[in-house]
């Protein structure tokens, strides 16, 4: 039910508007930034040719110049402005590494990175095991939605990945599902962590929306999403009451204590 204010609460709200407009710009100017690093990537584009690229840095944006290194030798003839890439004209698979310039001054290289030789990067995958509802359907797993953070505090991304399973339904359809799991990854592959959100939040297309991001500075991403009694986080603590089941005999939860909760380590 909408609930009307009174008229003079109105121009209270107002001004309160125009005053946290004004305090936000200020506040929106000191954006918390992560803490990368250069993320140098080599990738063979042909026999004959390396692109080299890195991540240019917000504090350097405007100000800065570079030159990459193949091995020990710098291969750019003058410092590279205007782009954060580089085609290197050769024929073996070398390590690169780059090197901001400020003011003249050269800075500490970068880590150096081994050539791809694909232009693309296979990550294995460990899908969560299936399982069974209550009314005797059996499902597996399948990679859905992703996004990516800094989750270890090693100045490169890792990615967090959502798994569903095979039997979730979108709001308009009924029937039980299996729980969503929310899987830390590192680049290669490795498991850093699993959130199993239980069984009192469905799967499906709309239920579960997730953040990454390194809120609070420290350097490690943290991880925002909806959850429930039920939920497992990645140390294998159980949010609230294990034994709460609130699902219907439809499949749906239609009641029941939700919670918007903060992961991190």
Not at 102 to 114: F, R, Y
């Amino acid at each position: 039910m909408k609930k009307e204010l009174p008229t003079i609460t109105c121009l209270k709200i107002m001004l309160f508007i125009a005053v946290f407009g004004f305090l936000s710009m200020s506040v929106i100017a000191q954006k918390q930034m992560e803490n990368l690093d250069r993320g140098v990537l080599a990738v063979r584009t042909s026999s004959s040719k390396v692109l080299v690229s890195w991540r240019i840095f917000g504090t350097e944006f405007s100000t800065a110049s570079y030159n990459v290194y193949r091995g020990s030798t710098k291969i750019n003839a003058t410092p590279i402005t205007g782009a954060s890439n580089f085609e290197d004209t050769t024929t073996t698979n070398s390590t690169y590494s780059v090197s901001a310039i400020i003011d003249g001054v050269e800075q500490q290289l970068s880590n150096t990175v081994n050539t791809w030789a694909d232009i693309y990067k296979k990550i294995p995958l460990t899908p969560p095991p299936g399982g069974t509802t209550p009314d005797n359907i059996s499902y597996t797993y399948t990679a859905n939605d992703a996004s990516v953070g800094d989750l270890d505090g090693d100045g490169q991304y890792e990615l967090v990945l959502k798994w569903t399973p095979t039997n979730s339904h979108d709001n308009a359809h009924k029937g039980y599902t299996g729980n969503t799991f929310l899987q830390g990854l590192k680049m290669d592959g490795t498991v850093l962590w699993t959130i199993d959100l239980g069984r009192n939040i469905r799967s499906g297309a709309h239920y579960t929306q997730f953040m990454v991001y390194d809120l609070d500075g420290d350097g490690k991403a943290e991880i925002t999403c909806k959850t429930a009694d039920g939920t497992i986080d990645g140390s294998g603590t159980i949010l609230g009451d294990k034994n709460a089941d609130y699902r219907n005999n439809r499949g749906y939860v239609l009641e029941g204590p939700e919670y918007l909760s903060l992961f991190f380590w």
